[in-house]
């Protein structure tokens, strides 16, 4: 009789180690499992994303009626100093058929005439350079309000802390792979859109 209750201790002893080691290997397995999915979660759903730049700024309406109109702003400027130029060449030419049939009355008045032509060259010249600082301003006047409006747009867009992070991703930019998943272009430019609207 005490041998069969030592077999029967024994046996619950060993019954309840062998279900104690179930229970905490079926507790490690679940944790691993646990680990596992919330690794899978997070990796699946970091708080980062990208924005494609050239596909943002092509769409981007802001953007495009910025560049339009300093495109229009160009085109005039280099219309009016092309004309100037011809202008300027028609002059030079007339001034050496002149010079070459001796059509001026004097020597003097040669020289009136050539020094005319050359301050106009000069004015032109000047007026050349000008109008390049002009448009070089205006172009820094016009990154500073694309950076400024994509700036307060991005942060606006992000109101939520929807991501700790947002990328910019160009042709040659610094990010060589990034999965369509973190692409958000569409919609920070349906929002900017709207926004500028």
Known sequence: MKKVKQIIRRAV???????????????????????SVRNESLSQYLPVAYVDADSLLSQFNFYNRLISAYEDKLSKQNNSLNSSYQKL???MIG???KAQ?????????????????????????????????????????????????????????????????????TGNSTILYADEHYNITNEVLEFLNKRFE
Do not use: H, W
């Open 89 to 91: 060449q028609s002059e």
């Open 101 to 169: 049939n001796n059509a001026f009355l004097s020597q003097e008045r040669m020289m009136q005439e050539q020094t005319r032509i050359e301050r106009m060259q000069q004015d032109l010249e000047k007026r050349a350079a000008q109008v390049e600082q002009e448009l070089a301003l205006e172009q820094k006047v016009i990154q500073q309000q694309l950076s400024d409006s994509l700036s307060l747009g991005i942060k606006e867009f992000n109101k939520p802390q929807k991501y700790q992070m947002i990328f910019t991703k």
């Open 95 to 97: 001034f050496q058929q």
């Open 13 to 35: 002893v060993l019954a309840v180690v062998t279900l104690f080691f179930v229970q905490c290997s079926n507790k490690e397995i679940k944790t691993q499992d646990e680990v």
